[in-house]
């Protein structure tokens, strides 16, 4: 049961640099989401996906890119790391519908020096 | 725009206490509000709950929503410290995908 797997698990960029975060689901969902967690903020919805070739933007999607072009990968690429792009990311999967719980992976840290 | 307040920010307990997590929240088209267990990974789910005054429960954890109010209440009886983490809320409002606004969740510590 592998469920949402995100990698890498930790990384470390330098200011400019530019990276992908990867995401995959084994259990044919409709719905994927990014997600960054950031001390006494809570997650944040950067981008999400209701379907392959279908994205749309969240509550803070500026820095980061996505598309969808299966629908078990959810790519999440950061084009020119800044510092404030430090945070923890969470990859997460529903099926559609319309129940909405949310099934999270373990996580990404990121830090940009 | 969609608002989660959660209270308290922090909470410091022992075992055996009973402990509950407040959840206010702004909702345009509510859905459905949603409780997680966060430890050091990944949130995992609790409850989900979409009619008022239906309790929820799962062992000692349960949960009741007040939609008329704005609010949900997290309840665990007799703590244990595997209990510990951080507890989040969320909404699911808007278009039909049900996008998720979280708190900024309650840190649950349980001494023994």
């Known amino acids: 049961n592998a469920g949402v797997t995100q990698t890498p698990k930790f990384q470390v960029l330098k200011t400019g640099q530019s990276m992908t975060l990867q995401c995959a689901q084994d259990m044919n969902h409709e719905y994927m989401s990014w997600y960054r967690q950031d001390p006494g903020m809570g997650l944040r919805l950067i981008h999400y996906?209701?379907?392959?070739?279908?994205?749309d933007q969240g509550e803070v999607p500026n820095g980061y890119n996505v598309s969808r072009s299966t629908t078990e990968d959810f790519p999440l690429r950061l084009l020119s790391a800044a510092p404030s792009q430090t945070s923890v990311y969470f990859c997460a999967s529903r099926p559609g519908g319309g129940l909405n719980i949310q099934y999270f992976g373990a996580g990404t840290r990121l830090s940009v020096l | 725009e969609d608002k989660v307040v959660q209270s308290p920010l922090s909470l410091v307990v022992h075992e055996g206490d009973t402990v509950t997590l407040n959840c206010s929240y702004e909702?345009?088209?509510?859905?459905?509000l949603l409780w997680y267990k966060q430890e050091k990974k990944a949130p995992t789910f609790l409850f989900m709950l979409?009619?008022?005054?239906i309790e929820k429960k799962s062992g000692r954890l349960s949960s009741i929503l007040d939609k008329k109010e704005l609010f949900s209440i997290l309840n665990i009886t007799a703590t244990q410290t595997g209990d510990s983490a951080v507890y989040l809320c969320?909404?699911?409002?808007?278009?039909?995908?049900?996008?998720?606004?979280f708190g900024q969740g309650t840190i649950l510590t349980v001494h023994p």
């Open positions: 909702v345009t088209n509510f859905r459905s």
């Open positions: 969320a909404i699911a409002g808007g278009t039909s995908y049900g996008k998720l606004t």
């Open positions: 979409t009619s008022s005054g």
């Open positions: 996906s209701v379907g392959a070739g279908i994205t």
